[in-house]
């Protein structure tokens, strides 16, 4: 896999795991009762920029290995964990294709 693409895979993954983790202590808080607002207002700032980013990163992506903007920006924003996982696995096989 080229460099700057692995590049833009690990910090679109790293977005997403920050965003499921803002997301699981939006829902854990709840959980206990009356939550803290601070907590919330946090948890829900960390939920919308990981998730904007992960976005970002995701579109530049698909710029640099040339594909059609429109139709994956509809598919990761959208779709978003399933028009991610698609992009990924089709960025994956084609790493794999061109090693082996």
Same mark, same amino acid.
């Given at each position: 896999?080229?460099?700057?693409?692995?590049?833009?895979?690990?910090?679109?993954?790293?977005?997403?795991?920050?965003?499921? +983790?803002?997301? !699981?202590?939006?829902?854990?808080?709840?959980?206990?009762?009356?939550?803290? %607002?601070? *907590? @919330? #207002?946090?948890?829900?700032?960390?939920?919308?920029?990981?998730?904007?980013?992960?976005?970002?990163?995701?579109?530049?992506?698909?710029?640099?290995?040339?594909?059609? +903007?429109?139709? !994956?920006?509809?598919?990761?924003?959208?779709?978003?964990?399933?028009?991610? %996982?698609? *992009? @990924? #696995?089709?960025?994956?096989?084609?790493?794999?294709?061109?090693?082996?």
């Amino acid at each position: 896999m080229k460099a700057h693409v692995k590049s833009g895979v690990e910090y679109a993954l790293i977005t997403l795991v920050v965003a499921g +983790f803002c997301l !699981w202590q939006l829902i854990s808080s709840t959980q206990e009762g009356e939550p803290p %607002a601070g *907590l @919330l #207002a946090i948890s829900g700032l960390g939920l919308i920029v990981a998730g904007s980013m992960h976005c970002v990163f995701m579109m530049q992506l698909v710029r640099r290995t040339g594909r059609a +903007f429109w139709p !994956w920006f509809i598919a990761v924003v959208i779709f978003m964990p399933i028009g991610t %996982a698609v *992009l @990924l #696995a089709l960025l994956l096989s084609e790493a794999d294709a061109t090693e082996g």
